[in-house]
C-alpha cells in the first residue's frame, strides 16, 4: 500500500470531495503575507467530568464549547436531559483540523464545526455550529464574508414563509430574532453565519440551511472576522492526522446519522468511504503499524473522538 501511486490516490480523493492538496490535516508551510503557516494537525485535548444531580449534556455541551451531537455522540448511553449524578461524562474537546484551505474560515458539516485561521498562522479557533436540516442543507463550496451587522433584522424568505405563514415579513433586533445579535453575510445570497435566541439549536441539523453559534462565539468572532475572509463549506465525517509519532482517527456521524442521533440518542452503523484505502495510505511506511481493530471499532461508534491507531 505504500507503494501506491500518488496521482491515483488523489484521484480518488478528489472524487470523493476531499481537498487533497492540503494533506491530511498536516500543518501548512506554506508563506503567505510574510507569515509562515505552522497550524497544528490536532487541537485541544479530551477531558472529563463527573456529574452532579442538575447537570444535563445540553448545558454542559454549551459551557465546554461543545454541540449537542458532538457530545451525544461521545456518551452513547447517557441520557443527555437527565445524566444523573455521579456520571462520568467525556468532554469531546479535542478536534483533529479537516482538510482543507488553512485560511480564513473553514466549515465541517459533518462534526458541525467551525475552525477560524487566525493570521498569526498558528491559532485556530473552533466553535459549535447549528446547520440546515434535511431539505434545507447548508450549501457546500467556497465564498466569503461580505458584509456584516450587529442587532441585525431578519428578512425572512419567502420559502420560509410559505412553510410558517405566522412570521412577518420581517423581524426586528430583539429578543425574538432568530439571528440574535450579530450576522455575517456570504457570498452567497440568503445564506449567512449569526449567533441565535435559541442556543439549544446548536449542535444539530435544525436551521433552513443558515449557520447558528452560540451567542457567546458569535460575539467574540465577530470583531476579527474581515470583510473578504475566505469562507469554505466542507462534509467530512473522517478525519486523519499525524500526530508526532501516532496516527490519529477521528470519525464523526454522517448527516442521516446525525439526525439518528438528534431522534434517538444513537445510529444506525455505516462505515465511511474508502475508510481501508483512506486509512493504510495515511499511515505510508508505517501500515504494518495500524491497529485494525481499533479503527473499525472507532468507524462503527463514531464519537468523534481522536483514537492513535498504530500499535
Not at 66 to 92: C, F, H, M, Q, R
Not at 249 to 276: C, M, R, W
Request: aromatic share 8%.
Amino acid at each position: 500500500m505504500s507503494s501506491m501511486n500518488r496521482r491515483r490516490f488523489c484521484s480518488v480523493i478528489t472524487a470523493s470531495g476531499i481537498l487533497p492538496a492540503f494533506g491530511m490535516g498536516l500543518p501548512s508551510g506554506s508563506q503567505a503575507f510574510g507569515v509562515k503557516k505552522a497550524y497544528p494537525s490536532m487541537i485541544g485535548s479530551l477531558q472529563w467530568y463527573t456529574t452532579t444531580y442538575e447537570d444535563s449534556l445540553v448545558d454542559l455541551a454549551r459551557k465546554y464549547g461543545l454541540g449537542y451531537t458532538e457530545i451525544v455522540s461521545a456518551n452513547p448511553g447517557v441520557d443527555p436531559w437527565v445524566p444523573g449524578k455521579d456520571k462520568n461524562i467525556l468532554l469531546p474537546t479535542a478536534h483533529i483540523l479537516p482538510d482543507g484551505p488553512r485560511e480564513g474560515i473553514l466549515i465541517n458539516l459533518a462534526d458541525q464545526r467551525l475552525y477560524f485561521f487566525r493570521e498569526d498562522g498558528r491559532t485556530v479557533d473552533s466553535v459549535p455550529l447549528g446547520i440546515g436540516n434535511a431539505g434545507w442543507d447548508t450549501p457546500k463550496g467556497r465564498t466569503k464574508v461580505v458584509r456584516k451587522k450587529k442587532n441585525p433584522s431578519w428578512y425572512v424568505p419567502k420559502s420560509v414563509r410559505e412553510e410558517q405563514p405566522e412570521l412577518p415579513a420581517i423581524v426586528q433586533p430583539g429578543p425574538d430574532n432568530p439571528l440574535g445579535s450579530y450576522a455575517v453575510y456570504l457570498g452567497w445570497p440568503a445564506y449567512l453565519f449569526h449567533g441565535t435566541n435559541k442556543p439549544f439549536g446548536v449542535g444539530r441539523r435544525v436551521s433552513h440551511g443558515c449557520v447558528r453559534l452560540y451567542p457567546e462565539d458569535i460575539s467574540r468572532l465577530f470583531p476579527d472576522i474581515k470583510i473578504g475572509t475566505a469562507v469554505t463549506v466542507i462534509d467530512q465525517p473522517m478525519k486523519l492526522a499525524r500526530v508526532g509519532n501516532q496516527l490519529m482517527l477521528e470519525i464523526h456521524p454522517n448527516q442521516e446519522q446525525s439526525d439518528e442521533v438528534e431522534q434517538t440518542g444513537k445510529h444506525t452503523s455505516a462505515k465511511p468511504a474508502e475508510f481501508e484505502f483512506r486509512i493504510a495510505e495515511a499511515a505510508g511506511d508505517d501500515t504494518h503499524r495500524i491497529d485494525w481493530e481499533k479503527a473499525k471499532q472507532a468507524a462503527k461508534e463514531r464519537r468523534g473522538i481522536p483514537v492513535p491507531i498504530l500499535k
